[in-house]
């Protein structure tokens, strides 16, 4: 999904191409329900990147553009989360660097994005590589974010986009938090979360 940037009153998609991009901001959305009836709900998250290479000025400052895919937070064997963690890496994950990893380590990190647009013109990023050796990563604008609902901060949560706060107030692991789910809302929660 692409996040545009506002400028003069528009908001603008990502440009397409292969970009640099740095992972800032690593959003936990709790169990989703899904679009598709045929699919049960899932535990979902998003990873956000900036494109230090597009930018637009607003304001008189150059701020990149920033994009960002949803993923389920799964790290099984047919997980788009994990085929483009390993695009990222460049290998394949070992069943000890499965049973360790924490989705923490990857704030930060810089990766090779293939960004398409959609039927609809959305951009978003078709896949994940790991950057040539030796390519010089330019300084990260963004500060690093990462959300968890299971080491919730109220704080971090605030400071979350209104729409994405308003999709994470649908989870019942937020619910929870809040006093609002019912006990057979929390003892259905799968935690498949790669935190």
Known sequence: ????????GEFRQAPTGTHIGICYRIIDLGTQEPNNPNYDPARKIILEFELPGETLEI????????ISNWYTASLSEK????????????????????????LKNILGKAAMLSVVASDKG?????????????????????????FSLEDFSRGVFEELPAGIRRIIEKSPEYQSINGT??????????????F
């Open 181 to 194: 789910a019912s006990k057979d809302e929390i003892l259905e929660m799968k935690d498949d979360i790669p």
């Open 79 to 102: 997980a788009n989360l994990r085929r483009d963690l390993q695009g990222w890496r460049g290998r394949q994950f070992t069943p000890e660097e499965l049973q360790g990893f924490d």
């Open 59 to 66: 304001d008189g400052i150059k701020k990149p553009f920033t």
């Open 122 to 146: 959305k951009s978003y990023i078709s896949s994940i590589s790991a950057l040539p050796k030796g390519m010089p990563v330019p300084e990260q604008f963004n500060v690093n974010t990462f």
């Open 1 to 8: 999904m692409g996040i545009t940037v506002k400028e003069g």
